[in-house]
Every structure is written in C-alpha cells, then in structure tokens.
C-alpha cells in the first residue's frame, strides 16, 4: 500500500471559506512499508519455497550462514531465488495486516483532528458537526512457526536451519547435507563400538552386531539420497549390485575409492550384516557361497569383531566421499 505524497481534505463553511486539512499522518508513512518478521523462540525465522510442486516449509537463523547478499536455496527441491521470494503465507498475511494497521490508524488520527461542531446562529441557523469513532484498530494477523525435525549447521557455511526429514540443501550455500549425515551417524556407530569394548561379552556381541547394522543403514540411506538427487533410485545393501547400477547411471565406479583388498573387505561386512538381519547372524549355504568368509561354517554364528566394523566405518566413509563427489 503506498500513500501519495499529498493527501488533503476540503469542507465549505458556512462563510463559504475552504478549510483544507492536511493529512500528515498519512503522509509520515511515506511510500514503503519495512516489516519485521519475528523470530521463534529458538532463534529460528521460517521460509517457504515458492515452487507450487514443492512448497516446503523450513527454518533458517538469521546472523548464520552467508555475510551478505546471497540466492535462496530451497532444501528439498533445491530451487534458488531472492530470499523475499520465500516468505511463508502466513508472514505475508502478517505483514499486510500490520501496514493496512498503520494505515487505518493515521487515517483515523486525521481524520479524528478534522472533527468540528459548529452550533446554529441566529433564530432559524443550521448546526453541523462530524465526529470520527472506530469500534477497534484493525486486528494483526499474529503466527507461530511450525515445529521440524531435523537441525542442521551447515558445514561449508555455518548456516543454522530446520527441516523435515533428514536430508536437505542448505540454503544459504545450496550444499546438500548427506555427507555431514552420514558423518553424524558413523560418529554414532564408534561411540557404540566404545560401549562394546567397555560391556561384558554378550552385551558386547549385541552391540558390536547393532554397530555393523547402523553402519551399513547409514550408508544406504545416505547413497540413495545422493543418487535420487539426479533421479536415480539405487540401493546400496548389495555393494556388488550397487556398483554396477552406479556406473551404468553415472559412469564412474565408487569403489575406485578403495583398494581390492579392501572392497572386499566392506563387501564381506554387507554379507554379515544380512546375515544378522535375515538369519539371526547363523551362516547357511548362501551366506557361504557368496561371502567368501574362511571361517564361516553352515549353522554356525558368523563371527563380528569390533575391529572389523571400526574398518568398515573407515571404508564407508570413503565409499560416501567417492559417491557424492560423482554424483553431486
């Protein structure tokens, strides 16, 4: 809403002498309206990609991230624009409702000063008088935040923002965030190895088995993250199959990454990890013919050591390293 830079009103009395009133109020609004939006309880301000097909709501702290000008980055959809673009709808209803506020209220102060009364004159004289009243100032269109799931800092820009889900693009930077997931997560596995090496041994065997089974969890929804970025849907619980679906999709092998000695390794690590999940961790003729672990016997509990899943943490992240550079 801009005002003009003059506004004024003429009334005619009744000795037909104009009396212009001049409309200061509405004139100190000037020609723009500059609107603050408030922050969240935890210093949070709230966005909302404009694409009609994605329309995804997050959070952002404003003061982190980019010095600076800087494009927009929707975190799920990864559509860029000025950051005006992305104001939610219920900010934007804020935002009205306070300029036509501050609207109606000087309109109402000049008009309030215009009241007059002039009182009848002589025997047969005609009075006239205007008083101005209003039932209440107009409301303002108050909101909340919406609660999310996921906090993120980025780690490329330092960006503090909130998403559904887990994985996002920051969006200050535009850094898809699936990397510093999967870090998170391996960080997670260690500190379970940690407890392992410190528990009694069947406690232990539990948790150095969970240890194996979050790594390869992490790995899988990490990979297929990446790879869904560029319309790909590749799942990565079989390495064997993974690679070759990777490279006729992307035509790169990720597992250049590793050594052969060491693919194997991880592959082997996959094999025992379904193992646990599918068969109770006991190997049978499958497991055998495909793992081409030496000390596996049909029937019998496979073997997992903490070492073993310290190393596959170690190749995993790599194997991630290598997938996300090819990928994104």
Known sequence: MTPSTRRYVSYQGDDDTPMNFHLRNMNRLGNQFSISLPQDEDGYLGRECPERDCEGYFKITPGTGIKGPAPCHCPYCGHSGEPSEFNTKEQIEYAKSIVVRQFTDALFRDLKSMEFDHRPSGGFGIGLSMKVTRDAPHPIQYYREKELETEVICEKCALRFAIYGVFGWCPDCGQHNSLQILSKNL???????????AAEKELAEHLIADALKNVVSAFDAFSR???????????????????????????????????????????????????LVHKMGVADEDYIQKAND???????K??????EVELSVTLVERLG????????
Do not use: M
């Not at 030496?294 to 019998?300: F, H, L, N, T």
């Open 187 to 197: 960080d997670l596995v260690r500190k379970e190895l940690d407890l392992a090496r």
């Open 294 to 300: 030496p000390d596996a016997v049909v029937g019998r």
């Open 321 to 328: 390293r290598r997938l996300y550079s090819g990928v994104l």
């Open 302 to 307: 496979i073997r997992i050591t903490d070492q």
């Open 225 to 275: 993250e990446v790879c869904s970025q560029k319309g790909a849907d590749i799942r990565f619980q079989n390495l064997t199959g993974a690679k070759r679906n990777v490279r006729a999709s992307f035509h790169f092998d990720f597992d250049d990454a590793l050594s052969p000695d060491e693919w194997a390794s991880i592959c082997l690590a996959f094999q025992k990890r379904h193992v």
